[in-house]
């Protein structure tokens, strides 16, 4: 049911909601230089590597996250507009819309045993962590919202973190970690 309701919402974001507002952001990206989107290697379900996409918010180039964040990139941070291009990676499978974040594929070797539990859902565009905190949580408090919700989800929470959703979008929240222009990598557990 889960991924029927994936597809299902999806489609009706991407076409209704979501397709004119990607072609403003794709013009506006494409005004400011290309490219337009960015890939990433992050871990998906199991653990497997997923090529996540988004609309590029930085230069690129070398330097500090904060030196290379675009102005049009901090809006779209700020609205989570940058995570839409994800909807292509909910239609293909890889992710859901409600899981824990998919993080970097380097972040695998440094999960304590039960971090890597998160693994065992697809990853989603948003999740119990981010109605919860999104990236002014610790990387430990992050973790313990993950596996709650892998132990805990149903349709109804589902629905329930999607709704929260839409609120922490319009209250752009805790959009960076507190003194970052992003947020500070996780190294590992402090045990």
Known sequence: ?????????????????????LLLCGIQLAILG?????????????GQPLSILKF?????????????????GKFLRST????LPELWNVLRGEMSLVGP???PITYLERYSAAQVQRHDVRPGITG???????????WKRQFEL??????????????????????????RENISEQGQATRSEFFGNEE
């Open 80 to 83: 989570s507009i940058d995570e």
């Open 101 to 103: 974040r998919p993080l």
């Open 56 to 72: 590029r918010t930085m230069r690129t180039g070398v330097g500090s996250d904060a030196a290379r964040l675009i102005p049009w």
């Open 128 to 138: 119990w962590a981010q109605i919860n905190g999104r990236n002014g949580l610790t």
């Open 34 to 46: 290309r490219p337009i989107f960015f890939r990433q290697q992050r871990a998906g379900r199991k």
């Open 1 to 21: 049911m889960k991924r029927f309701f994936d597809i299902f919402a999806t489609i009706i974001l991407a076409c209704a909601l979501c397709l004119p507002l």
């Open 146 to 171: 993950d596996l709650w919700y892998v132990n805990h989800r149903t349709f109804w929470l589902d629905l329930k973190i999607l709704i929260l959703t839409v609120v922490i979008v319009f209250r």
